[in-house]
């Protein structure tokens, strides 16, 4: 979740799924709830992973029809990625 997101149905649909949202509340709001800042921060290594997959084109664009073989190219491009960096 990100902050753009983070009205009461939206929450409220991550609980109900089992998930804690760990979004700050907008400035703006009257009632702000507490959240794990230290958690929020590291937010940002997912969408940079998340990226440095994408680079493989093959494993974003799913041309396979197949599960199998697209869990395959994704942790293919998983093993590259470690490799790599």
């Known amino acids: 979740m990100d902050r753009a997101y983070e009205d009461e149905a939206t929450r409220q649909a991550a609980f109900n799924s089992g998930f804690v949202p760990v979004v700050p509340p907008k400035k703006s ?3 702000p709830w507490e959240y794990d800042k230290e958690l929020y921060k590291r937010r940002n290594e997912i969408e940079r992973y998340f990226l440095r997959l994408k680079r493989f084109r093959k494993a974003f664009t799913r041309y396979d029809k ?11 491009a998983m093993i590259l990625d470690a490799i790599l960096m």
């Open 29 to 31: 709001r009257k009632s």
């Open 66 to 76: 197949l599960d199998i073989i697209f869990l395959a190219v994704i942790s293919l």
